[in-house]
C-alpha cells in the first residue's frame, strides 16, 4: 500500500507577483487580511524588489508578496507556492523556481505578448516550458481586456484603469478560494472616502473579477500529495484527470486496439477530453458528441466495431448514459465509462467533490444490470486503475465504470513513470474459429463471450438489446432470461480473479478497522497513520475495486473489534457492504460539504468510536 | 471485388420475419438486399444499426453484421462504428418515431456532420409498435388513440431537417416502388457523406392507407414526381405536366401546350446544386396542389467527418515526435530522484 502524505487545501501558499507599480503588495494584504477575518491563521511574506522603479516588465521589476494560509497554526509563509497570480512574463520568470510540483499559474493573458516576453529575456514563444512549468496547470486570463471592459463607463484614462487591474485578479482568487468580497469592499470605500469615483471603480473591477471566476467555474486544485518515502526513478507531476487519459492510451497500446472516446463535456471530466483530442499522434479518436447520450452510444458503436471504446463524464451525465449503459450489459460489449464524481444531485457543485455516484454506478439502471464498478484513489493511481478497468472490458467483454473525483481529477501529484513493459499483458477475446461461431458461446470460466466485429468474413451476427439465445437471436423464453441474468451477474463476480486481495495499511487484526475507498485515500491513511503514532490500535482498507469486492474482504473484517467506513456521501459503501456483507456492524463517518475530508475529522471520529 | 458475386438471398438471415403480414417494411427490405447484393462489397463489410420500433427489427433478418440498439441512438451507434472502422459500409434503419422524436438531436447532428452512412427513415405517420400513437410527422388533426380529437401540432417534414442541418444527400421513396427503392438505395451507397433515403411506408395494421392517396396505382401518374438528375421535371399519365417557376419564382405546376408552355419551359432536375432553394421547394411539394417528389433530390458534395478525422490524425502523426506511449510518458517535464 502505497503511504502518502497529504497537503491539504488549508495549507494553501499563494504568490502574488507583478509589476512593482501593479499594486500586488496591496492585493496580497488585502487577500490575507480577508483570509484573516474568514478565520484563517495566516503568514505573509513580501518579497519587493530592490530597486522600486526597475524598468517595468523586466524580472527586477518584479514584485511579489506571498501569502500562506491554513485552519492549523501557520508559522512560515511556505517555502513553495500552490498558486501564483503572474501579472506578466517576467512575474513568471521571477518566481519559477518558488513554485510546488503541480501548482497552478493564473496569468495575464494579454500581458504575454512578444514585447514583455522579450522583456523578460524569454527566447521561445513557450515561456512555461522555459522556466519547466509546463506540467503546472496554467489559467490563462485576460485580466488586462476585462478590467478595460469593466470600466469602459467610467470615462477613466488608461493609466487609472490599467492601475485597476490587479482588482481583477483579487477578485479571481477571491473567487477560488472562497473568499468574500464584504471586507474587501470595506477597505476599498474608507481607502478612497474623499474619492468615491474611485472607490467605485475598483469595486466594480473586484466583483467583475469574483464573478468572471465564477461564470467560467475556475478552480484550484484541492490538494497535492507527496510520497512520504520517495523511490529511486524518473518522476513527473500528473493530474487525475490527465492520469486517467494516458492509463486509457495504455491500455490500448498494451492491447492493440484502437482508442475511441466518445464524450461531451461536463465539469470536472472534460480534460480527459481534452487530453486526448490532443494525443492524435497516438491515433486516438474523439468524438465530442451532441450530448451525454450519443457520447456513450457512440462508444458502444466503436465498441461493436472492435476499439477500446470509453465514455467519459461527471454524475448527471452518468444519469443520461444509464439506459445506454443498460445496453451494454445486455449486449455484453466491452466499454469503459469514467465518471469524474462531482457534488451532486442535479447540478449540484459541478466544481467540488464528492462521492455520492457510487449507487449510481452500482444500481443505476432498469433491470438487473452488473457492471464492475472499480474506483481510483489518488490522481497518479487513475493512470493505472484506467489501465486496469480497459484490461476487465476487454478481457471480460463487460462495462466497467470506473470512479474517480474532481479531487482527484483537479489534483496532480508526482509520479514515477512507469514503462509500458512493466504493465500486465492485455488479451481481447477476439474470435478465432468462424465454424459453428455463436455470438453468446462463453468461456465456461469467466462467462466471457468472444468479440467477432464486422470486417470479419464468417462471423457475421447480431446483437441487440433484447433478451437473446445464445446466437444471438430475440428470445422470449422464461428459463432463458433466468439463465441469462444469474450469468451476467456471475459474469462481473468472476471477475473477481482480476482483483488483488485488499491490503491493510497497519496490523491485520486489532481493535478499529478504519474502512476508505477511491479518492479519500490521501486523508484517510494521513489519519490512520497518525492515529498508529499515537499508539493506537487502527488498521486502514482502502477499497479500490467495488464491485467484486477483493476475495479476502470478509476475512480481513472478521479480524476487527470495530468497523468505520468513512466517505464523502450519506453512508453509501457502508450500505453497500450491508447488503454485501451483512455479518458486520458498520459504523460511518461522512461528509457532505463539496470538501474532502480533514485528517483531523476523520481521527476524531475514530477517537469517538473508540470511547464507545 | 468486381468477382463478388451475391445474390439477395446472400443477404437474407436464419431468423423468421415477423411484420405483419402485408407491412411495407417487406418490400423496403428487399430492396435493401438486392441493392447490398450488387454493389460489389463483401458482406462482412457491412454494418446494419437500428433503434427501436417495427423497422428497427430489420438487422435481426439480415446476414451482415447488426445492432439493434436502443430508442433513437441508432445514429449515435452507427457514427461510432463508422468513425471507428471507416472502411464499412454501415446503413442505419429508424422510423418516424425513432428517428424523429426520440433520436430527433442525434439526427440533426448526424447530417451536420456528414458521416458516411446511408439512413433509410421509415414513415409512416405513427407508433406502430407500441399501437397507434401520433408520431412527429402525423399530420395536423389527424386522430390516433393518444390524439382523440385531432393533434394540435405540425408535423416535420424530414427533408426539411435533413436540409436545416446542411445535409448533403436527401432522397424520397415509397414501400411498393422497389425498383425505385433499389435505385435510390445505390445512389445512396455511392454518396460520400450522410444519406438521408425517406421511404413512405404504410403500417397495415395501425395506420392502413395513410399514403393511398400518393400511392394509388390509379391516380399516381397525376400525384407522384419522379425525379432524375439532368431529366425534366415531367409527370401525369402522358408526361405531359411538368414543374416550373411562377412570375415570383416559386414552383407552378404547368401543361405542356397550354398558355404557351413547352418542355423547355420544365425545370430539369440539378441534385447537385449546392444552393438549396429548389431542393426545398420540391421537398416542400405536397398533393393536392402539387405531385409529391420522389427520387433522388439531393445529392451534393462537401467535406466528411470521417475522411477529415483521419486525415488530420495522419497529418499530426507526421508532424509529432510521440510515436507511442513510453513517448509520451517520458516527454515534457520530468525529473530525477537518485
Known amino acids: 500500500m502505497k503511504d502518502t502524505r497529504v497537503i491539504e487545501m488549508e495549507e494553501v501558499a499563494i504568490r502574488f507577483s507583478g509589476d512593482s507599480g501593479d499594486g500586488m503588495q496591496l492585493t496580497g494584504t488585502l487577500f490575507s487580511d480577508a483570509s484573516a477575518l474568514f478565520g484563517n491563521d495566516i503568514s505573509t511574506f513580501p518579497d519587493y524588489p530592490s530597486e522600486i522603479r526597475a524598468p517595468q516588465g523586466t524580472v527586477g521589476g518584479v514584485s511579489g508578496f506571498q501569502v500562506q494560509f491554513g485552519r492549523k497554526q501557520i508559522n512560515t509563509p511556505g517555502d513553495y507556492a500552490h498558486v501564483l497570480v503572474a501579472m506578466n512574463p517576467a512575474a513568471l520568470k521571477a518566481n519559477a523556481r518558488f513554485m510546488n510540483p503541480g501548482g497552478t499559474i493564473i496569468y495575464d493573458s494579454d500581458s504575454f505578448n512578444e514585447k514583455n516576453l522579450a522583456k523578460a529575456n524569454f527566447s521561445t514563444d513557450d515561456p512555461f516550458a522555459e522556466v519547466k512549468l509546463d506540467d503546472h496547470v496554467k489559467v490563462p486570463v485576460p485580466i488586462t481586456e476585462l478590467t478595460r471592459e469593466s470600466l469602459k463607463d467610467f470615462g477613466l484614462d488608461n493609466k487609472s484603469v490599467l492601475r485597476s487591474k490587479n482588482m481583477f485578479a483579487l477578485g479571481l482568487v477571491c473567487w477560488m478560494f472562497n473568499r468574500p468580497l464584504d471586507y474587501i469592499d470595506e477597505y476599498i470605500k474608507a481607502k478612497f472616502a474623499k474619492k468615491p469615483g474611485v472607490a467605485e471603480s475598483n469595486i466594480k473591477v473586484l466583483h467583475d473579477g469574483f464573478n468572471y471566476g465564477m461564470n467560467l467555474q475556475h478552480m484550484t486544485p484541492n490538494f497535492i500529495v507527496h510520497p512520504a518515502e520517495i523511490e529511486k526513478g524518473t518522476y513527473r507531476n500528473i493530474s487525475g484527470n490527465v492520469a486517467t487519459a494516458w492509463g486509457l492510451l495504455a491500455a490500448s497500446e498494451k492491447s492493440g486496439r484502437p482508442l475511441f472516446l466518445g464524450s461531451y463535456p461536463i465539469t470536472p471530466a472534460t480534460e480527459i477530453l481534452s487530453t486526448l483530442a490532443e494525443r492524435k499522434d497516438l491515433g486516438v479518436k474523439t468524438f465530442q458528441a451532441e450530448d451525454e447520450i450519443a457520447g456513450i452510444t457512440s462508444a458502444i458503436g466503436a465498441s461493436f466495431a472492435g476499439n477500446l471504446a470509453v465514455t467519459t463524464t461527471s454524475g448527471p451525465g452518468l444519469a443520461l448514459k444509464s439506459e445506454a449503459i443498460g445496453l451494454a450489459v445486455m449486449a455484453e460489449v466491452p466499454l469503459v465509462v469514467v465518471n469524474v464524481q462531482r457534488g451532486g444531485p442535479s447540478t449540484g457543485l459541478p466544481t467540488k467533490t464528492e462521492q455520492s455516484d457510487l449507487l449510481q454506478a452500482l444500481y443505476g439502471r432498469n433491470g438487473e444490470s452488473p457492471v464492475v464498478v472499480v474506483a481510483a484513489s489518488t490522481p497518479s493511481d487513475c493512470f493505472w486503475y484506467a489501465f486496469m478497468a480497459s484490461k476487465i472490458a476487454l478481457e471480460r467483454m463487460v462495462p466497467v465504470i470506473l470512479l474517480t473525483d474532481g479531487f482527484l481529477g483537479n489534483g496532480s501529484e508526482p509520479w514515477k513513470i512507469p514503462t509500458m513493459a512493466e504493465l500486465p499483458p492485455i488479451t481481447p477475446r477476439m474470435a478465432t474459429n468462424a465454424v459453428n461461431f455463436k455470438a453468446y458461446a462463453r468461456d465456461p470460466k469467466t462467462l466471457a463471450r468472444e468479440w467477432a466485429i464486422p470486417g470479419m468474413a464468417g462471423f457475421e451476427h447480431r446483437i441487440g438489446g433484447l433478451e437473446k439465445n445464445a446466437a444471438g437471436n430475440v428470445s422470449h423464453d422464461p428459463d432463458n432470461h433466468q439463465i441469462n441474468s444469474d450469468i451476467r451477474e456471475n459474469k462481473v463476480q468472476r471477475v473477481v480473479d482480476l482483483v488483488p486481495d485488499l491490503e491493510l495499511y497497519g496490523d491485520e487484526d486489532g481493535e478499529v478497522l478504519l474502512i476508505g475507498w477511491g479518492g479519500t485515500y490521501g486523508h484517510m491513511i494521513s489519519a490512520a497513520r497518525e492515529l498508529r503514532e499515537e499508539g493506537r490500535s487502527v488498521s486502514l482498507a482502502h477499497f479500490n475495486y467495488i464491485k467484486p469486492l477483493p476475495k479476502n474482504t470478509t476475512e480481513v473484517f472478521g479480524k476487527f473489534k470495530k468497523i468505520i467506513v468513512g466517505e464523502l456521501n450519506l453512508g453509501q459503501f457502508a450500505g453497500y457492504l450491508r447488503s454485501v456483507l451483512p455479518q458486520f456492524s458498520y459504523h460511518q463517518v461522512n461528509k457532505l460539504k463539496g470538501l474532502p475530508f480533514t485528517v483531523d475529522e476523520i481521527k476524531q471520529s475514530v477517537y469517538k468510536l473508540m470511547e464507545e | ?338
Open chain 2, 1 to 338: 471485388m468486381a468477382d463478388i458475386q451475391y445474390t439477395v438471398k446472400d443477404f437474407k438471415s436464419e431468423n423468421e420475419v415477423r411484420w405483419c403480414p402485408g407491412c411495407g417494411d417487406y418490400a423496403i427490405m428487399n430492396a435493401v438486399q438486392r441493392t447490398m447484393a450488387g454493389l460489389g462489397i463483401p458482406r462482412e463489410m457491412y454494418a446494419v444499426i437500428s433503434g427501436i420500433g417495427c423497422s428497427s427489427r430489420f438487422p435481426y433478418y439480415m446476414s451482415t453484421f447488426g445492432f439493434h440498439t436502443i430508442h433513437g441512438r441508432a445514429t449515435a451507434v452507427a457514427s461510432g462504428v463508422k468513425l471507428a472502422n471507416p472502411d464499412l459500409s454501415v446503413w442505419v434503419i429508424t422510423g418516424d418515431g425513432d428517428g424523429m422524436a426520440i433520436g430527433g438531436n442525434h439526427f440533426i447532428h448526424l447530417v451536420r456532420r456528414n458521416i458516411d452512412l446511408n439512413l433509410i427513415l421509415f414513415n409512416n405517420k405513427i407508433y406502430g409498435l407500441t399501437k397507434g400513437q401520433y408520431s412527429p410527422t402525423t399530420d395536423r388533426g389527424f386522430k390516433t388513440k393518444t390524439s382523440p380529437f385531432g393533434t394540435v401540432e405540425d408535423p416535420f417534414v424530414p427533408g426539411q431537417l435533413v436540409l436545416g442541418a446542411r445535409g448533403t444527400f436527401f432522397a424520397r421513396s415509397i414501400d411498393s416502388n422497389m425498383k425505385l427503392s433499389q435505385s435510390i438505395f445505390e445512389s445512396a451507397a455511392s454518396h460520400k457523406g450522410t444519406s438521408v433515403v425517406e421511404v413512405l411506408q404504410n403500417c397495415v395494421i395501425f395506420n392502413d392507407g395513410i399514403h393511398d392517396a400518393i400511392t394509388d396505382p390509379q391516380f399516381r401518374a397525376e400525384r407522384q414526381l419522379i425525379l432524375e438528375h439532368g431529366k425534366p421535371m415531367l409527370f401525369g399519365a402522358n408526361n405531359e405536366k411538368g414543374i416550373v417557376f411562377d412570375n415570383r419564382g416559386k414552383l407552378k405546376v404547368a401543361v405542356i401546350g397550354e398558355n404557351g408552355v413547352t418542355i423547355d419551359d420544365i425545370l430539369v432536375h440539378d441534385e447537385t446544386e449546392v444552393e438549396p432553394t429548389v431542393h426545398m421547394a420540391l421537398i416542400n411539394m405536397q398533393y393536392p396542389d402539387f405531385p409529391v417528389a420522389f427520387g433522388v433530390i439531393r445529392k451534393v458534395t462537401a467535406p466528411v467527418y470521417d475522411v477529415e478525422m483521419v486525415a488530420q490524425i495522419n497529418q499530426v502523426q507526421q508532424t509529432r515526435k510521440i510515436k507511442c506511449v513510453d513517448d509520451l510518458l517520458k516527454s515534457g517535464n520530468t525529473w530525477e530522484v537518485q
